[in-house]
């Protein structure tokens, strides 16, 4: 089955740190780029950032720059997001996704509150 599984949302404190983690299956993951978007409570998909087939090249939103780092390991067939100093306008639900094949996945929630 192709799909995307992501994890490792929660609830953390401003400031904070939470590494996502996108687990993917059914197609050759190591050779299509892959993206994390986000959807803040009553708000439009926010493209937050994209990292190429082998990991060198990574590019991010403004609002992430500099406090998000996305990664990848082929062998596993999983993308990551770390995500540090984390803001409440951070609070979103979180989707991998595969722009080439259209693929999404069910996301995962971040709330950063106190």
């Known amino acids: 089955e192709v799909q995307l599984v992501e994890s490792g949302g929660g609830l953390v404190q401003p400031g904070g740190s939470l590494r996502l983690s996108c687990a993917a299956s059914?197609?050759?993951?190591?050779?299509?780029?892959m993206t994390w978007v986000r959807q803040a409570p009553g708000k439009g998909l926010e493209w937050v950032s994209v990292?190429?087939?082998?990991?060198?090249?990574?590019y991010y939103a403004n609002s992430v720059k500099g406090r998000f780092t996305i990664s990848r390991d082929n062998a596993k067939n999983t993308v990551f997001l770390q995500m540090n100093s984390l803001k409440p306008e951070d609070t979103a639900l979180y989707y991998c996704a595969s722009p080439h094949l259209d693929l999404w996945g069910q996301g995962t929630l971040v709330t950063v509150s106190s």
């Open positions: 059914g197609f050759t993951f190591g050779t299509y780029s």
């Open positions: 990292i190429n087939t082998d990991g060198g090249s990574t």
